[in-house]
């Protein structure tokens, strides 16, 4: 990898996180409870109760992808990185830029 293409990595890396953060603020708000004291009627509650169940799942896999964002962020400047984290192979640069929070290549995220 080159040196250019390492700073416009980490640049997405940072737009990225900066996008996460924002989404978590958020759904945090999305999925405070409810107050019983909110009339809003019984089908309505039902289906707030269910939106919140879909903000909570949107909420923990922002918190995971930020994790991940910060762990490659910091390992920006290690020569392995851009490595995958499975079989050692070069992950492509354009899977780089669409999610920089990749750490394996194609071909194992594909194996899972």
Do not use: Y
């Given at each position: 990898m080159t040196e250019a293409q390492r700073k416009e990595i980490q640049a997405k890396i940072e737009e990225k996180i900066?996008?996460?953060k924002h989404?978590?603020?958020?759904?945090i708000e999305l999925t405070k409870p409810i107050p019983p004291e909110n009339a809003i009627g019984r089908i309505s509650r039902m289906d707030a109760i269910n939106n919140r169940s879909v903000n909570e799942a949107a909420l923990r896999t922002s918190k995971s992808k930020l994790s991940k964002l910060e762990r490659n962020l910091s390992r920006i400047d290690d020569h392995e990185f851009g490595n995958c984290t499975r079989c050692g192979a070069e992950i492509q640069h354009g899977r780089l830029l669409i999610m920089p929070e990749s750490s394996w290549c194609i071909k194992c995220a594909r194996r899972g």
């Amino acid at each position: 990898m080159t040196e250019a293409q390492r700073k416009e990595i980490q640049a997405k890396i940072e737009e990225k996180i900066a996008e996460t953060k924002h989404d978590i603020e958020q759904l945090i708000e999305l999925t405070k409870p409810i107050p019983p004291e909110n009339a809003i009627g019984r089908i309505s509650r039902m289906d707030a109760i269910n939106n919140r169940s879909v903000n909570e799942a949107a909420l923990r896999t922002s918190k995971s992808k930020l994790s991940k964002l910060e762990r490659n962020l910091s390992r920006i400047d290690d020569h392995e990185f851009g490595n995958c984290t499975r079989c050692g192979a070069e992950i492509q640069h354009g899977r780089l830029l669409i999610m920089p929070e990749s750490s394996w290549c194609i071909k194992c995220a594909r194996r899972g």
